[in-house]
């Protein structure tokens, strides 16, 4: 069984920063591309970012320059730090991870920016 552990979700204002953690445990003997997503009412789940076991990152293009994703492969955790916050990030942030070829999500952490 996998488990996937979120924080850091709450609320700030425009212009501030947020950073989410995600700590993944279990029967775990790898895990491949870790990544977070968000969803915001009235519209589906959209992805932020992922980043794969090496390092390399990929970004939405909405988040280029004010997120940056980190991963602690010692500690399967995987991070978001979120600067520059504006209105439309306001979502629910979900964890992702694929391990071996299943995916597994967190239960989600609400990130709320005000204007």
């Known amino acids: 069984q996998v488990q996937l552990v979120e924080s850091g979700g709450g609320l700030v204002q425009a212009g501030g920063s947020l950073r989410l953690s995600c700590a993944v445990s279990?029967?775990?003997?790898?895990?491949?591309?870790m990544g977070w997503y968000r969803q915001a009412p009235g519209k589906p789940r959209e992805l932020v970012a992922n980043?794969?076991?090496?390092?390399?990152?990929n970004y939405a293009d909405s988040v280029k320059g004010r997120f940056t994703i980190s991963r602690d492969n010692a500690k399967n955790t995987v991070y978001l730090q979120m600067n520059s916050l504006k209105p439309d990030d306001t979502a629910v942030y979900y964890c992702?991870?694929?391990?071996?070829?299943?995916?597994?999500w967190g239960q989600g952490t609400q990130v709320t920016v005000s204007s």
């Open positions: 980043i794969t076991p090496n390092g390399r990152t």
């Open positions: 279990g029967t775990i003997f790898s895990i491949n591309v």
């Open positions: 992702h991870c694929m391990v071996w070829s299943t995916g597994y």
